[in-house]
């Protein structure tokens, strides 16, 4: 009886971490409704491109940003390089001489994301900032998008979402692909509710007077959301705003993930006040949903695999067609591997296999969270 509480239990958190809880959103916004208050205004805007040895992509991301559909008098674009060695700092050098709204924003050691734009984010003279990425790619009019819900006097962050392409390393974006249009659908319906749980790192802004310090070893895409939230204010996705962006190969994309969920993990315990039903009753609710369900999904997994196997003993028919289910997409999940190893794979074992290394490196950001590795710096590989 025992064993299969777990396997029932284990069922039930797999299915609600990727489907279950969007389904409860979606019952809850019937009766929690959280509208947004939304109108065509120009306030002044810093964009924030923060790059470490980007030499081949950076021309490119400036020229970009430089396009831009928004009154040139309004829009600052602010180029930091951390401690960049290649040929970065002579690059934006350049666009500043060129246009007087390139702001070169140089750190001559490389010290973090987040160190960086303590230094820098105070400086700037935008009411809204929006921070971006290096090889992130906007659409002529994403400026005028992201400032409309800050006519809300609510609003204090507002996030888009990424369209992933396939590079020459990463082959295939299908499974990428779809992780973002789920972790997208999630963060409308949060964002129907009250606000949506952290924000997409290559596209979001938020009100100035709001920036605060971050700690060296903080993911800057989360704790900022954290606290915009922690005053009051709302951070919402707008579905209309969205940027282009390279999926890295397998093997930097899986490190990727490593990274992020340590320092996600660590961000969620520092601001465990947040997951106070109490304090944030509908916030602590798609926290705890959102993100930590998801990342025990691997023990989940686990524990449905062993269970399954006593329940399938003796004449257990429907543990025996799950244990089955389950050798089927590990054996696809494989051949995914295997495939992906050779440069080809099909949709469905290219999505198990993806599924399954994501969930590998939950596991893996966990011990690295445990072990205390805080990532305070970090060097991309394009």
């Known amino acids: 009886m025992r064993v299969q509480i777990i396997f029932w239990l284990s069922a039930v958190a797999i299915f609600y971490a990727y489907a279950g809880y969007q389904i409860l959103l979606w019952l809850i916004s019937f009766f929690i409704k959280a509208p947004i208050r939304k109108s065509d205004i120009t306030p002044s805007v810093s964009l ?80 809204i900032i929006i921070f971006s990425d290096a090889n992130s790619f906007y659409e002529g009019d994403l400026v005028r998008r992201i400032v409309r819900p800050f006519a809300d006097p609510e609003i204090g962050l507002v996030t888009g979402g990424t369209q992933y392409i396939a590079s020459q390393a990463s082959k295939s974006s299908s499974a990428t692909g779809l992780y973002s249009r789920l972790e997208k659908l999630t963060k409308s319906l949060e964002t129907k509710t009250g606000s949506c749980v952290g924000a997409d790192g290559a596209a979001f802004a938020i009100r100035k007077s709001l920036f605060d310090p971050l700690k060296p070893d903080e993911i800057n895409d989360l704790v900022i959301p954290f606290h915009i939230i922690s005053k009051g204010y709302r951070g919402i996705l707008e579905p209309s705003i969205s940027c282009t962006e390279e999926i890295p190969c397998q093997r930097e994309g899986f490190k990727r993930q490593v990274r992020i969920t340590a320092r996600t993990l660590r961000a969620i315990f520092r601001y465990r006040h947040l997951l106070s039903p109490f304090r944030y009753p509908m916030f602590s609710f798609c926290l705890f949903s959102h993100k930590i369900m998801k990342f025990l999904v691997p023990f989940f997994l686990v524990a449905l695999l062993i269970t399954n196997v006593f329940l399938s003993v003796g004449d257990g028919s429907f543990y025996k067609i799950v244990l089955a289910l389950q050798a089927i997409f590990y054996g696809c999940a494989l051949i995914g591997f295997l495939e992906r190893a050779v440069g080809k794979t099909m949709k469905l074992t290219g999505s198990c296999d993806a599924f399954l290394t994501v969930n590998l490196a939950y596991v893996a950001g966990w011990l690295k969270y445990l072990a205390g590795e805080t990532y305070t710096s970090w060097k991309p590989k394009r």
């Open 48 to 127: 924030v491109i923060s790059a470490y040895n980007e030499e081949h992509v950076l021309p490119k991301r400036i020229e970009n940003a430089l396009a831009l559909d928004y009154p040139r008098h309004l829009l600052e674009i602010a180029v930091i390089s951390d401690g960049s060695t290649d040929n970065t700092n002579n690059i934006i050098h350049s666009f500043a001489q060129r246009s007087q709204h390139v702001i070169p924003c140089i750190v001559p050691k490389n010290k973090g994301k987040s160190a960086c734009l303590n230094e820098f984010v105070p400086r700037l003279n935008g009411e």
